[in-house]
Nanobody, 124 residues
Framework: QVQLVESGGGLVQPGGSLRLSCAAS????????MGWYRQTPGKQRELVAM???????YYADSTKGRFTISGDNAKKTVTIQMNSLKPEDTAVYYC??????????????????WGQGTQVIVSS
């Protein structure tokens, strides 16, 4: 099993920035990809950004140019820097870890390793 602990999040004004971090523990040797999903009430959890152990990244179209994902493969940590935040970025953000490579992760449903979720509110 893999446990994920998130930090960061909170309230920020439109145009502001936030950083979310996540650290994995447990059976981390199996992890190949880590990243973030987000969810708002009544909607499905959506992929925000992912990073593979080799450094390849994926961003949802809505976050390209504003969000930057980075990771430490040895420590199995992942960070997302979110800039130019918009009210529509408001959501609960969940860290995710996956034993599959990026191409498979993006194409299919997420693997069931989740953090507890952290709230991001973008509002004036």
């Amino acid at each position: 099993q893999v446990q994920l602990v998130e930090s960061g999040g909170g309230l920020v004004q439109p145009g502001g920035s936030l950083r979310l971090s996540c650290a994995a523990s447990g059976s981390i040797a199996s992890i190949k990809t880590m990243g973030w999903y987000r969810q708002t009430p009544g909607k499905q959890r959506e992929l925000v950004a992912m990073i593979e152990s080799g450094g390849r990244t994926y961003y949802a179209d809505s976050t390209k140019g504003r969000f930057t994902i980075s990771g430490d493969n040895a420590k199995k940590t992942v960070t997302i820097q979110m800039n130019s935040l918009k009210p529509e970025d408001t959501a609960v953000y969940y860290c995710n870890a996956d034993p599959r490579f990026l191409g498979v992760v993006v194409a299919g449903p997420p693997f069931n390793y989740w953090g507890q979720g952290t709230q991001v509110i973008v509002s004036s």
